[in-house]
């Protein structure tokens, strides 16, 4: 395997450590970069408030980039690519008040699968019109969240989370369709297991607007030792003129964690630091990086 012409930028989910991001956890953000992490990811929704700036503030007072997802509550109703008008029109006001938020955490990205809903699945043939909805809508966001200094990326999930973009061919469709320059990419590798038969097929589809990849294994552990093919995935990703942003996601699990409520029934993340620190291990001692 060649060398990395930029080594990737290691960092993490917070949903390793919990559900819920509040005003007392600005620590976490020390402890992400005692590990060694440049990245952090912060989730919001209906449920989630703190203060958005001082995070912000802290976050670049480390050297941390930050990007935020719309993880927590997100009401089923508010859907850019839904049939009903109503729920479109939610769907954009919802998420340019995220974006907002963003904006205000001065986060670089806001990253998700914004042109629909997690978990909102129709069970029949794929539907142009919804497709064609879903790109309209997702310009009218990318221009909001360019005159903000706000990436918009956007991540296809599995089939058990959604129907309308599962696949990186089927996300870079997406975007020729959007025509905004800012809209990127996100891969994640466990819904990938799902969906890709070939990983560095799927990246290097993804290559000129990719920017970043959620890491865990197939069952969402650590990285190594699992089914997803790494020495493809990086592979994939020599030559880059840019550094890829490997952000470690699972959720925590173990009596104090939240993982069932994610449909994890298996104990792989009881402590965010020994995972990160694992995994951190593993892309070292198999491809020589090191964060």
Not at 30 to 50: I, K, M, Q
Not at 66 to 92: F, Q, Y
Not at 230 to 249: D, H, I, K, N
Request: a negative charge; hydrophobic letters at 40%.
């Amino acid at each position: 395997m060649s060398p990395f012409l930029l080594k990737p930028k290691f960092g993490a989910h917070q949903f390793l450590w919990k559900s819920h991001f509040t005003d007392q956890d600005l620590g976490l953000l020390d402890v992400v970069r005692s590990l060694g992490l440049l990245l952090f990811e912060v989730s919001l929704g209906d449920d989630v408030e703190f203060d958005y700036a001082a995070m912000g503030r802290h976050a670049h007072s480390l050297g941390i980039e930050l990007t935020v997802g719309p993880g927590n509550s997100w009401p089923a109703h508010c859907n850019i690519s839904s049939g009903e008008s109503e729920n479109r029109k939610r769907g954009l006001a919802w998420h340019k008040a995220t974006i907002d938020r963003a904006s205000e955490m001065d986060a670089a990205a806001y990253c998700g699968a914004i042109y629909s809903h997690p978990g909102y699945i129709l069970h029949q043939a794929p539907d142009r019109d919804e497709f064609l909805t879903a790109a309209e809508n997702l310009h009218v966001l990318a221009e909001y969240a360019d005159r903000l200094g706000v990436k918009l990326v956007l991540e296809p999930m599995s089939r058990f989370r959604n129907h309308l973009v599962t696949t990186a061919t089927r996300i870079m469709e997406l975007i020729a369709l959007a025509q905004h320059r800012n809209i990127l990419v996100n891969l994640d590798t466990f819904h990938m297991i799902t969906e890709e038969r070939d990983y560095g097929g799927a990246i290097r589809t993804c290559l000129p607007l990719l920017w970043g990849i959620h890491a865990c294994e197939n069952d969402r552990g650590v990285p190594g030792g699992g089914l997803v093919p790494w020495a493809s995935v990086m592979e994939a990703l020599q030559g880059r003129s840019v550094p890829t942003r490997m952000l470690f996601e699972t959720y925590n699990t173990g009596p104090a964690g939240f993982g069932f409520s994610r449909g994890i029934y298996q104990d792989l993340c009881p402590d965010p630091e020994d995972f990160v620190r694992r995994g951190l291990a593993f892309f070292s001692s198999t491809f020589g990086l090191k964060a």
